[in-house]
């Protein structure tokens, strides 16, 4: 158990709709990353926050937005979802602003139908 | 552009061998790399780590080499244990920031 905690596990929803996933970090981390992984993929960078801040930005659609809140878990929001947004959505934490070794929730697996 | 490459998407080993996953990186200013693994249903675990100014870090039955002038790491696992059957990802940092993920190599270890 990496003490981050991801919900929901699992998520079925339909062209077009909008759907929240949230991230609890571990205890005492203060930087929270999302990642994407779609079939066959690695893991791709979405976006980072730190202390309540946005840290770093990767490859993260207009679409897709995130905040993390002042008890520092985190929600990712994903709007006029598309077929191609179906995948595994990681949360994981860090103590510092730099990545350095992370601690991953065990996903979020979003099917878009 | 992948950064971060692992050309072998499966390896499939004997129990008790080596089992030898490698990975190379085209971004010279990556200094950090890691190696997660990850089972089934859950997230990636840390593994083990290497900082740009050493060629070679071993905690246990693992042992990563890094050859940075031919951007090359590679993560060894002496004795290959049935438990070791996961996918493990290679990732590579500049400056401890964000983590950019190669797409994995499935390890399969028998019996």
């Known amino acids: 158990d990496s003490g981050v905690t991801q919900t929901p596990k699992h998520l079925i929803t339909a062209t077009g709709q909008r759907v929240t996933l949230r991230c609890s970090p571990r205890s005492g981390d203060l930087s929270v990353y999302w990642y994407q992984q779609s079939l066959d993929q690695g893991l791709q960078f979405l976006i980072q926050?730190?202390?309540?801040?946005?840290?770093a930005k990767g490859n993260i659609l207009e679409r897709f937005s995130a905040q993390q809140f002042p008890d520092l878990h985190s929600e990712l929001n994903l709007s006029s979802l598309e077929l191609g947004d179906s995948a595994l959505y990681f949360c994981?934490?860090?103590?510092?602003?730099?990545?350095?070794?992370?601690?991953f929730g065990e996903g979020s697996r979003l099917t878009v139908l | 552009d992948q950064q971060v490459k692992q050309n072998s998407p499966s390896l499939s080993v004997q129990e008790g061998r080596i089992s030898i996953l490698n990975c190379d990186y085209t971004n010279s200013m990556f200094d950090y790399f890691l190696w997660y693994k990850k089972y089934p249903a859950e997230g990636p675990t840390f593994l083990i780590s290497?900082?740009?100014?050493?060629d070679k870090n071993e905690d246990g039955r693992f042992t990563v080499f890094l050859n940075k002038s031919a951007k090359h790491l590679s993560l060894h696992i002496v004795p290959s244990q049935p438990g070791d059957s996961a996918v493990y990802f290679c990732a590579a940092s500049v400056s401890q920031g964000n983590l950019i993920f190669g797409k994995g190599t499935k390890l399969s270890v028998k019996p």
């Open positions: 290497i900082s740009s100014i050493k």
């Open positions: 994981a934490s860090s103590v510092a602003s730099r990545a350095g070794e992370l601690f």
């Open positions: 926050y730190y202390n309540g801040e946005e840290r």
